[in-house]
């Protein structure tokens, strides 16, 4: 059931502060997104396949963003149990622990299928959970975009140098840090300032996500060049924060199918983004968006440099240099496979960082 309708937070908090027997009948949940951006198709999906597979075991409310509480604290309403779900991008919550960035998009790294492949198969859903849980929440890897975009200005970037002093509107730990090492400035912003940013020139260029996503955003009304492919963020993934209380309070047999709709718009998501990403990328050249794709060469010294920082930033945080670890050991594995199947494989096998050189800085198993 979905419920768009802006609610009173007195209404969130007494959902919150409701008995575990209520928690099973009736979840609330909310999400980062509001109803204006493609975003929140793939929780609107999540939603209606839980509420049709356990729907007599829970049935989800669900609100758009900004609806119950601003979307930077969706994080802390689920953490306290005021609310008992709520969507995300993992990226969002930085700040409180840096491992959350590369749970919720890389640089120059993952694509969308390696995301899939490490979640289902290579230990990546033991550590959403492991990083979530220090913060009393299960979580559930319910959405993925390949590339996003890339960057949208006003004039043209069509190599490095053209980066120099622009302040761009960048999401993310390791992007920010990446940015000003090429010369531009990180300006960080919620994505609906975005537009107003632009409009206004207090950003230079900026980048949200996906084609469909930048579309529904309306950045072909504010910019007129878009500089291809997005290497700040080769894939994001979404998902669900639940409330471990609330979790726990669920039988095993219908924890099992809110893991089977995850799943199952997991593998949706990717379809229908790169689907919706197809059709907007006519739509910004149909409204007459110079469209430039950085050459091979600039995309290996983007590569080269992305790899110091993701070590840097591994080595600052024991819990990112664990996720990079598992990552990258999953990227050594798969590619003895990959590289043997070329070019009839899943995507590339990435140049990426020191395996050895971040495993020097994870905690010890």
């Known amino acids: 059931m979905y419920s768009m309708k802006p609610l009173a937070l007195g209404v969130a908090l007494a959902a919150g502060t409701a008995s575990v027997?209520?928690?099973?009948?009736?979840?609330?949940?909310?999400t980062t997104w509001p109803s204006s951006l493609e975003l929140i198709e793939t929780d609107k999906h999540f939603?209606?396949?839980?509420?049709?597979?356990?729907?007599?075991?829970?049935?989800i409310e669900f609100y758009e963003g900004g609806a119950l509480v601003p979307s930077g604290e969706v994080f802390?309403?689920?953490?306290?149990?005021?609310i008992q779900a709520g969507?995300?991008?993992?990226?969002?919550?930085?700040?409180?622990?840096?491992?959350?960035?590369?749970?919720?998009?890389?640089?120059?790294?993952?694509?969308?299928v390696d995301y899939v492949n490490w979640i289902q198969e290579w230990g990546g859903a033991e550590i959403y959970d492991e990083i979530y849980g220090q913060f009393g929440m299960k979580y559930l890897p319910y959405g993925v975009t390949n590339n996003e975009s890339g960057f949208r200005t006003n004039e043209p970037i069509?190599?490095?140098?053209?980066?120099?002093?622009?302040?761009?509107?960048?999401?993310?730990?390791?992007?920010?840090?990446l940015l000003e090492q090429l010369g531009g400035n990180q300006v960080s912003m919620a994505g609906g300032e975005i537009y107003q940013a632009?409009?206004?020139?207090?950003?230079?260029?900026?980048?949200?996500s996906t084609p469909n996503v930048d579309w529904s955003a309306?950045?072909?009304?504010?910019?007129?060049?878009?500089?291809?492919?997005?290497?700040?963020?080769?894939?994001?993934?979404?998902?669900?924060?639940?409330?471990?209380?609330?979790?726990?309070?669920?039988?095993?047999?219908?924890?099992?199918?809110?893991?089977?709709?995850?799943d199952a718009t997991l593998l949706w998501s990717l379809a229908f983004t790169e689907k919706r990403a197809t059709e907007a990328y006519q739509k910004f050249q149909d409204a007459g968006i110079e469209i430039t794709?950085?050459?091979?060469?600039?995309?290996?010294?983007?590569?080269?440099?992305?790899?110091?920082?993701?070590?840097?930033?591994?080595?600052?945080?024991?819990?990112?240099?664990?996720?990079?670890?598992?990552?990258?050991?999953?990227?050594?594995?798969?590619?003895?496979?990959?590289?043997?199947?070329?070019?009839?494989?899943?995507?590339?096998?990435?140049?990426g960082p020191d395996v050895e050189a971040i495993r020097e800085c994870a905690p010890a198993e």
């Open 21 to 30: 027997a209520a928690a099973q009948e009736t979840w609330t949940m909310t």
């Open 47 to 59: 939603v209606d396949l839980v509420n049709k597979l356990a729907g007599d075991e829970v049935q």
């Open 76 to 82: 802390g309403a689920v953490e306290s149990g005021t």
């Open 87 to 112: 969507a995300d991008w993992p990226g969002y919550w930085a700040g409180r622990d840096a491992a959350f960035s590369p749970l919720a998009t890389t640089a120059s790294l993952f694509n969308a």
């Open 158 to 177: 069509v190599t490095l140098d053209d980066l120099q002093g622009k302040r761009i509107r960048v999401s993310g730990l390791e992007q920010g840090k």
């Open 198 to 208: 632009l409009e206004r020139g207090v950003i230079d260029g900026g980048e949200f």
């Open 218 to 262: 309306g950045f072909q009304q504010v910019t007129s060049a878009w500089a291809t492919p997005g290497w700040h963020q080769s894939a994001s993934v979404f998902g669900v924060m639940i409330n471990q209380q609330a979790w726990d309070a669920l039988s095993e047999e219908t924890q099992e199918k809110l893991e089977i709709a995850a």
């Open 293 to 351: 794709r950085y050459d091979d060469e600039t995309l290996a010294q983007v590569q080269q440099m992305a790899n110091e920082v993701i070590v840097e930033t591994a080595c600052e945080n024991e819990n990112s240099a664990k996720v990079y670890l598992s990552m990258m050991e999953y990227v050594n594995d798969y590619a003895r496979w990959r590289d043997a199947s070329a070019p009839f494989n899943l995507g590339r096998t990435p140049n």
